[in-house]
């Protein structure tokens, strides 16, 4: 054999082998299309069945039990549980009982299959399961892989299972940020049931450093927005030396708001630190109370870009407050001037000063206040 | 009794037209389903249905687009508009745009069925 006919031989075996290929991989596609249409098919033909399961005023119709092992029908469940709501859930947490749906997708998430088909039984779980359900979703809060953990957290939110949200919280410290930051939606969803374990978590846990959860647990106290919960957190702001732990607790203080939000507010505003002085300044102004506008109007004095600025903003959003911002474009102070002017402008006072002077209406705050931004912002500029 | 009454469910998911037509089905009506926003504009116009279920988030048109088509077309058709989207402003602009009541998912089947008859007399 000469090098041609070697050469020609190999090509048509290369040739051969990618032919092969080419048609396994059509036949592949094709069966794979397949099947994706009858599971479709299925999928259709069980949300008829719970559909008319549901709907129906007589006999309901025998839903056969052998179901419970083909995945289209715990779509189809999963699908018309996020499509209705009522009392026909009620219906269809009957249905998944009696098949032992549920049941069997426990199972799954003990064995040892691979990840994919565990996490397909956590998700479902999480869709479908009801308080029977919680315990195992509770020892699968310690699973080794982080996305069943936070689907276990998510049913555990979704059913609402009070116990669970200690077990929660024992997880809150030992993860990573972000599945922390997962497991704290899930805490918000149990809204104010969680307060208090919340609060008992911050105290439990506050050091000097590291309070990674702790501030996390903090600004889920503000985004559940118990309005109780304000004395405790004014408790953790005066305890804190943790720079980002009070930080935490002032926002999370001006979104619960309330009177006994305004004092340690006031306090911090007057901080040596000018990251609290900034934020206490936006808190005071989310509680949206005039009477610390007087109290407000120092901080456009303020040595700090930021604190002039957030007050500023603050003042703006404040009833009365344009006042002060108009006062201090007439001050000696160029930094609280610009401040107030930028907070003016952002507010539509500025806007609104333009168009009576358009109109030849123009108040004498309205020259004063177009006068400056005409001559331009003083420090900035 | 009156005649059977037409009704037809636009959604371009296969679930919600499913369990809504088969409810509707049980009550007594006739019931076409649609899973996009061309479709269900073009069957609005010729099917002649007693009341159509628009879904507001579909392929082709939105829900809201189809009701300002058909209204500047002169077709009043008996709308409700079903959406997920929890939006009060397509609620406000679809009762603007000649819906006849706005329904958010996930919705109570009793309720929606109470609202449908209401549309439906016989």
Same mark, same amino acid.
């Given at each position: 054999?000469?090098?041609?006919?070697?050469?020609?031989?190999?090509?048509?075996?290369?040739?051969?082998?990618?032919?092969?290929?080419?048609?396994?991989?059509?036949?592949?596609?094709?069966?794979?299309?397949?099947?994706?249409?009858?599971?479709?098919?299925?999928?259709?033909?069980?949300?008829?069945?719970?559909?008319?399961?549901?709907?129906?005023?007589?006999?309901?119709?025998?839903?056969?039990?052998?179901?419970?092992?083909?995945?289209?029908?715990?779509?189809?469940?999963?699908?018309?549980?996020?499509?209705?709501?009522?009392?026909?859930?009620?219906?269809?947490?009957?249905?998944?009982?009696?098949?032992?749906?549920?049941?069997?997708?426990?199972?799954?998430?003990?064995?040892?299959?691979?990840?994919?088909?565990?996490?397909?039984?956590?998700?479902?779980?999480?869709?479908?399961?009801?308080?029977?359900?919680?315990?195992?979703?509770?020892?699968?809060?310690?699973?080794?892989?982080?996305?069943?953990?936070?689907?276990?957290?998510?049913?555990?939110?979704?059913?609402?299972?009070?116990?669970?949200?200690?077990?929660?919280?024992?997880?809150?410290?030992?993860?990573?940020?972000?599945?922390?930051?997962?497991?704290?939606?899930?805490?918000?969803?149990?809204?104010?049931?969680?307060?208090?374990?919340?609060?008992?978590?911050?105290?439990?846990?506050?050091?000097?450093?590291? %309070?990674?959860?702790?501030?996390?647990?903090?600004?889920?106290?503000?985004?559940?927005?118990?309005?109780?919960?304000?004395?405790?957190?004014?408790?953790?702001?005066?305890?804190?030396?943790?720079?980002?732990?009070?930080?935490?607790?002032?926002?999370?203080?001006?979104?619960?708001?309330?009177?006994?939000?305004?004092?340690?507010?006031?306090?911090?505003?007057?901080?040596?630190?000018?990251?609290?002085?900034?934020?206490?300044?936006?808190?005071?102004?989310?509680?949206?109370?005039?009477?610390?506008?007087?109290?407000?109007?120092?901080?456009?004095?303020?040595?700090?870009?930021?604190?002039?600025? %957030?007050?500023?903003?603050?003042?703006?959003?404040?009833?009365?407050?344009?006042?002060?911002?108009?006062?201090?474009?007439?001050?000696?102070?160029?930094?609280?001037?610009?401040?107030?002017?930028?907070?003016?402008?952002?507010?539509?006072?500025?806007?609104?000063?333009?168009?009576?002077?358009?109109?030849?209406?123009?108040?004498?705050?309205?020259?004063?206040?177009?006068?400056?931004?005409?001559?331009?912002?003083?420090?900035?500029? | 009794?009156?005649?059977?009454?037409?009704?037809?469910?636009?959604?371009?998911?296969?679930?919600?037209?499913?369990?809504?037509?088969?409810?509707?089905?049980?009550?007594?009506?006739?019931?076409?389903?649609?899973?996009?926003?061309?479709?269900?504009?073009?069957?609005?116009?010729?099917?002649?249905?007693?009341?159509?279920?628009?879904?507001?988030?579909?392929?082709?048109?939105?829900?809201?687009?189809?009701?300002?088509?058909?209204?500047?077309?002169?077709?009043?058709?008996?709308?409700?508009?079903?959406?997920?989207?929890?939006?009060?402003?397509?609620?406000?602009?679809?009762?603007?745009?000649?819906?006849?009541?706005?329904?958010?998912?996930?919705?109570?089947?009793?309720?929606?069925?109470?609202?449908?008859?209401?549309?439906?007399?016989?």
């Amino acid at each position: 054999m000469n090098e041609t006919t070697v050469g020609l031989v190999i090509l048509g075996v290369v040739m051969l082998v990618a032919f092969a290929m080419l048609i396994g991989l059509v036949m592949l596609k094709a069966i794979n299309r397949r099947r994706a249409l009858r599971r479709r098919e299925r999928h259709s033909r069980y949300v008829a069945l719970i559909s008319r399961r549901i709907a129906a005023k007589d006999t309901p119709e025998p839903i056969d039990s052998s179901t419970v092992v083909d995945d289209s029908f715990l779509d189809a469940v999963i699908d018309i549980r996020n499509v209705i709501t009522g009392r026909q859930i009620d219906t269809l947490a009957g249905i998944i009982d009696g098949v032992g749906l549920a049941r069997r997708q426990e199972q799954r998430l003990r064995s040892r299959f691979p990840l994919g088909r565990r996490l397909r039984a956590a998700v479902s779980l999480a869709e479908i399961g009801d308080e029977s359900t919680a315990p195992v979703l509770i020892t699968h809060l310690a699973d080794r892989e982080p996305e069943i953990r936070i689907q276990c957290a998510r049913g555990l939110g979704r059913i609402q299972y009070e116990p669970a949200i200690e077990a929660i919280l024992d997880r809150f410290g030992l993860e990573q940020p972000w599945v922390r930051a997962r497991f704290a939606d899930t805490l918000v969803r149990f809204g104010g049931k969680a307060t208090w374990p919340l609060v008992a978590f911050v105290r439990a846990n506050l050091r000097h450093d590291h %309070n990674e959860g702790v501030i996390e647990a903090i600004r889920v106290l503000g985004v559940i927005g118990d309005r109780e919960v304000g004395p405790s957190l004014a408790g953790i702001l005066r305890v804190a030396t943790d720079p980002e732990v009070r930080i935490a607790a002032i926002e999370s203080l001006g979104i619960v708001g309330g009177p006994l939000a305004i004092r340690p507010l006031k306090y911090t505003f007057r901080s040596t630190d000018w990251r609290l002085r900034a934020k206490s300044a936006t808190s005071l102004g989310h509680i949206g109370d005039p009477s610390i506008n007087a109290v407000l109007a120092r901080g456009l004095q303020d040595s700090n870009w930021w604190v002039r600025r %957030n007050t500023a903003s603050a003042l703006a959003a404040l009833p009365g407050g344009d006042e002060l911002l108009l006062h201090a474009i007439g001050s000696d102070d160029p930094f609280a001037r610009d401040a107030a002017a930028e907070a003016l402008a952002d507010c539509g006072v500025l806007a609104a000063a333009r168009e009576r002077d358009d109109a030849g209406q123009a108040t004498d705050n309205d020259r004063l206040l177009l006068d400056y931004v005409g001559a331009g912002l003083q420090v900035l500029s | 009794m009156g005649d059977i009454k037409r009704v037809l469910v636009a959604d371009d998911s296969d679930t919600v037209t499913t369990v809504l037509a088969t409810a509707l089905e049980l009550e007594g009506y006739e019931v076409d389903k649609v899973d996009n926003g061309l479709a269900a504009y073009e069957m609005g116009i010729t099917g002649n249905y007693d009341l159509i279920i628009l879904d507001h988030l579909m392929p082709g048109l939105l829900g809201l687009e189809i009701l300002e088509r058909w209204g500047k077309e002169g077709h009043n058709h008996t709308t409700i508009v079903l959406s997920g989207v929890d939006d009060d402003r397509i609620a406000v602009d679809s009762l603007e745009a000649g819906a006849v009541d706005f329904v958010r998912k996930p919705f109570r089947m009793p309720e929606l069925l109470a609202r449908i008859r209401s549309r439906l007399p016989d």
